[in-house]
């Protein structure tokens, strides 16, 4: 039997993706065993402290046992962290290296939203893709520039490293491992019970672009508010770097450290993000929010709109906008 560890870290976390975790692999164990198998994986939560407490100590967390207590492990799930990672890294620089260790004995890793802050510490992730919560893709780049962070993915399986988007999509991933672990009629089962929709592959039509400020590039910050100020423009880089007095190749450079994109994948992003409120908001034909955005072209704009949301402009209408007539 394999033996499968859910970590608890200390301090303030996210309760829901410890307490997830536990309830659909003791689910699909149970599962197992009804079809007269042997169950899986021996479960047990494993922590630095004794008790763990969450929202104020409304709930509190009594780890079955403590990771030093553990020789050895086959799979670790590292749940999301709160969103003080700072504080979250430094009271848990115990788990970081026990992580490393079992990862380099044979343990696979995998790390739920924000817990990618957690492993990507261990700097097992350097070169490799992540995925994360799409809030905190600009603290994670900071932090961990070697990261090849991938944002638009739900799930990520590299060299025995999960890694999964946001939130509550953390089910979409312990889905996946169940399938990875026992077999593809479990998982179905087990998203059944749960009603957890199956097979996922992205989280972008979730992400909600709010710009990418958190640096000190005061030039590029200026580049920033303009563009976000003249959406309907067709505004080339070219213009833009005279206009701002940069070279035209220190200028991609200069905007590329500062934000994590190309200008021109920026602008991109600031209109399809204002033609998704849009969208979600009115009841604009598709065309006429695309002319708000500065796009004439149906076929470029439902392109690139695909590209950050996963589906159309009119499935995405109707998706999110109950009183959308299409």
Not at 234 to 248: A, D, P, T
Not at 260 to 269: D, K, L, S, V
């Amino acid at each position: 039997m394999k033996h499968l560890t859910i970590l608890v870290p200390d301090g303030e976390n996210n309760l829901s993706s410890i307490a997830g975790t536990y309830k659909l692999f003791s689910r699909a164990n149970a599962y197992w065993k009804e079809r007269g198998k042997e169950a899986v994986f021996t479960i047990q939560l494993a922590g630095l402290s004794d008790h763990v407490a969450f929202f104020g100590g409304l709930f509190t967390v009594n780890p079955h046992t403590s990771i030093e207590a553990i020789s050895k492990t086959d799979l670790i799930v590292i749940p999301s962290l709160n969103h003080n990672y700072g504080k979250a890294l430094t009271e848990n620089r115990k788990l970081v290296s026990w992580i490393e260790k079992h990862y380099k004995e044979g343990a696979e890793v995998a790390s739920i939203c924000t817990g990618a802050f957690l492993l990507a510490s261990t700097g097992l992730l350097d070169g490799k893709n992540c995925s994360t919560h799409w809030s905190a893709t600009a603290d994670f780049r900071s932090l961990f520039p070697k990261v090849n962070l991938q944002t638009d993915q739900l799930i990520t399986d590299e060299s025995g490293i999960y890694t999964n988007g946001g939130a509550y999509s953390f089910l979409n991933l312990i889905i996946y491992l169940i399938e990875k672990y026992y077999d593809r009629q479990t998982a179905i089962f087990c998203s059944k019970v749960f009603q957890i929709e199956p097979d996922r592959k992205s989280q972008s039509a979730f992400a909600i672009f709010s710009g990418q400020k958190q640096h000190d590039d005061e030039v590029v910050k200026e580049v920033q508010s303009y563009i976000e100020e003249n959406l309907r423009e067709k505004i080339s880089i070219e213009e833009l770097s005279s206009k701002f007095s940069v070279g035209r190749r220190n200028f991609d450079r200069r905007f590329i450290k500062a934000t994590g994109n190309t200008p021109i994948e920026y602008m991109q992003r600031v209109k399809i993000e204002s033609a998704k409120k849009a969208l979600e908001t009115s009841r604009k034909t598709i065309t006429e929010v695309m002319y708000d955005v500065g796009y004439s072209d149906v076929k470029a704009f439902r392109e690139v709109f695909r590209k950050f949301t996963g589906m159309s402009p009119i499935e995405y209408k109707g998706k999110y906008n109950k009183d959308a007539v299409v």
